[in-house]
């Protein structure tokens, strides 16, 4: 008889929510609706029941019935780009830059920083978030000829911006100037990947140290503000994690990481000027390849991005 009642009382439980949802012109799925989709009003909201990670949960049709482009709306299932900038020019003076960020960043935040210009092949040694600054350690003195963008990964929260387009590029060479397409991607957009970076028209241009020939790889992020474009790629692990050493390659384990997940990773914390040579994801593992071991005085600030 009681297990009848709950039986009973799920199936009520069920209609009412149906209703809910209905009488608020909110969808459910396990996939959002892809862009130019037939029959959602403006305004329509959508829940991703399958949401998880760094997934938003709550989607709003910014379209029109006629063409829909949903957009997520709210917090997300773990980590999201709470801000993010740039170019932001050097003072130099000394190895130590300050991007003032008071009121827009917290301790526990994720700093991730590349050069978007630079007239030298100086390195971004550490990029650590507190007191509301990310504060930045050069190789050398940067001097006034460098730029900075940079973003800030927070835990659980509403996203100020969202990933435009993410993927890996292998090198095609001919000069230290390597062109990515992009399709979409705008001058205004903002990157963050470990070299110089200058975004134009759907183009991506990241300037080595010199020619890569076809022999490298390079991961790129592409961020724009959020609310007017369906994100390609999502947060799904970030972290900072403290080297253990014994070699220049140090495996972090990250459960849940899959083949095919984009990394994105930069010193968090150095003492020394060696560089990060590659980053390569398998199953629950990212390995960091860098120019030499990093013993245990090296932090490393990770993000793998997923498509949606």
């Given amino acids: 008889m009681f297990k009848r009642q709950r039986y009973l009382n799920k199936i009520q439980s069920n209609r009412t929510r149906r209703a809910l949802l209905q009488s608020l012109e909110i969808n459910e799925g396990t996939t959002v609706p892809v862009a130019g989709s037939i029959g959602y009003p403006t305004g329509t909201m959508f829940n991703l029941t399958s949401a998880v990670l760094g997934q938003a949960p709550l989607w709003i049709n910014q379209g029109t019935e006629a063409s829909s482009l949903f957009v997520p709306y709210g917090p997300v299932f773990g980590y999201g780009v709470t801000v993010a900038g740039g170019p932001v020019t050097s003072v130099g003076g000394d190895t130590t830059e300050i991007i003032s960020l008071e009121g827009k960043i917290m301790d526990s935040d994720v700093a991730f920083v590349g050069h978007e210009v630079s007239d030298d092949n100086d390195q971004i040694v550490a990029a650590i978030s507190g007191e509301g600054n990310i504060t930045i350690t050069g190789s050398a003195d940067p001097s006034t000829a460098h730029g900075y963008v940079y973003a800030a990964l927070r835990n659980k929260c509403v996203p100020d911006f969202d990933i435009f387009a993410a993927g890996t590029h292998t090198t095609t060479g001919g000069a230290a100037a390597e062109a990515i397409t992009v399709t979409g991607v705008l001058a205004t957009d903002n990157t963050d990947v470990i070299s110089d970076v200058v975004c134009s028209a759907n183009t991506v241009t990241v300037t080595c140290s010199a020619d890569p020939s076809t022999t490298h790889g390079l991961h790129y992020v592409v961020l724009r503000p959020r609310g007017t474009f369906k ?78």
Wanted: glycine share 6%; charged share 10%; hydrophobic share 40%.
């Fill in 231 to 308: 994100p390609s790629h999502y947060v799904a692990y970030a972290g900072v994690h403290t080297t253990v050493g014994g070699a220049a390659a140090e495996a972090i384990t990250v459960t849940g990481a899959a083949v095919g997940d984009i990394p994105i990773v930069i010193y968090n914390t150095t003492n020394d000027t060696d560089s990060i040579l590659k980053s390569v994801v398998t199953a629950n593992t990212l390995t960091v390849t860098c120019s030499a071991d990093p013993s245990t005085a090296h932090k490393l600030a990770y993000m793998l991005l997923r498509a949606y």
